[in-house]
């Protein structure tokens, strides 16, 4: 009887340790980027990047498969499956800048993307905090204060994106580094928005159930 219960209620923590390991799954792909764009010496390459989307992928898939088999979940299935899916966007969109990143190399500045990687790294941190506080039933109030940070670092970010495209717009630079740099630009830029995304799932599945 015991295990007959324990299958109908799905193994609820199985969802929430899932979220967790892929929301850590997209905080490394953070951290893999900033070893990226700050290698000293040797050839630059993205494998690590292209690990952690595909351990995200897996997880992604894992969580879709336990929603086919499990009858009860902690939250409604199609939340559970619109954050996981905001997750996994996060190191894709990592992954496609470090391709992009690679093709452009020779023409990047020293530090080139600093700003943009402190707004990066703080987005995601957020979005960690969040997921974990989903398993520790984190009151509206707080979590209103994570998702409203991230709306204030996807703003930054958007200024940040305007004042990098004033300066590329000045006639300093070339024309073919303009085009590389506002591209790349624009990647990391989507990647805070992602974070966002997901943020906003997770506030909103929150507030339904307060």
Request: hydrophobic share 40%; glycine share 4%; charged share 35%.
């Given at each position: 009887?015991i295990?007959?219960l324990?299958?109908?209620?799905g193994?609820?923590?199985k969802?929430?340790?899932?979220?967790?390991?892929?929301?850590?799954?997209?905080?490394a792909?953070?951290?893999q980027?900033a070893?990226?764009?700050?290698?000293?010496?040797g050839?630059?390459?993205?494998?690590?990047?292209?690990?952690?989307r595909?351990?995200?992928k897996?997880?992604?898939?894992?969580i879709?498969q336990e929603?086919?088999?499990?009858f009860?979940?902690?939250?409604?299935?199609?939340?559970?499956?619109?954050?996981?899916?905001?997750?996994?966007?996060i190191p894709k969109?990592?992954?496609k800048?470090g391709e992009?990143f690679?093709?452009?190399?020779?023409?990047?500045e020293?530090?080139e993307?600093?700003?943009?990687?402190d707004?990066?790294t703080?987005?995601v941190?957020t979005?960690v905090e969040?997921?974990?506080?989903?398993?520790?039933?984190?009151d509206?109030e707080t979590?209103?204060e994570?998702?409203?940070?991230?709306?204030?670092?996807?703003s930054?970010?958007d200024?940040?994106?305007m004042?990098?495209?004033?300066e590329?717009?000045?006639?300093r630079?070339e024309?073919?580094r303009?085009?590389?740099?506002?591209?790349?630009?624009?990647?990391?830029e989507?990647?805070?928005?992602?974070c966002?995304?997901?943020g906003?799932?997770i506030?909103?599945?929150?507030?339904?159930y307060?």
């Amino acid at each position: 009887m015991i295990n007959l219960l324990r299958r109908l209620m799905g193994h609820n923590d199985k969802f929430f340790a899932l979220l967790e390991a892929s929301a850590a799954e997209a905080r490394a792909s953070v951290q893999q980027l900033a070893r990226l764009l700050h290698q000293d010496g040797g050839p630059a390459t993205i494998d690590d990047l292209v690990r952690t989307r595909r351990n995200e992928k897996r997880i992604t898939e894992e969580i879709s498969q336990e929603l086919c088999k499990t009858f009860v979940t902690p939250f409604e299935r199609e939340d559970i499956e619109a954050l996981s899916f905001a997750l996994y966007k996060i190191p894709k969109c990592i992954e496609k800048f470090g391709e992009k990143f690679l093709l452009g190399h020779p023409r990047m500045e020293p530090r080139e993307f600093d700003r943009h990687l402190d707004l990066l790294t703080r987005s995601v941190d957020t979005v960690v905090e969040m997921v974990q506080g989903l398993r520790q039933h984190e009151d509206l109030e707080t979590m209103k204060e994570r998702n409203d940070r991230l709306h204030r670092l996807e703003s930054d970010a958007d200024r940040l994106m305007m004042e990098m495209t004033r300066e590329l717009y000045s006639g300093r630079h070339e024309a073919l580094r303009v085009i590389v740099i506002l591209d790349l630009y624009s990647t990391l830029e989507k990647v805070v928005d992602r974070c966002r995304d997901a943020g906003n799932i997770i506030f909103q599945i929150v507030l339904k159930y307060s």
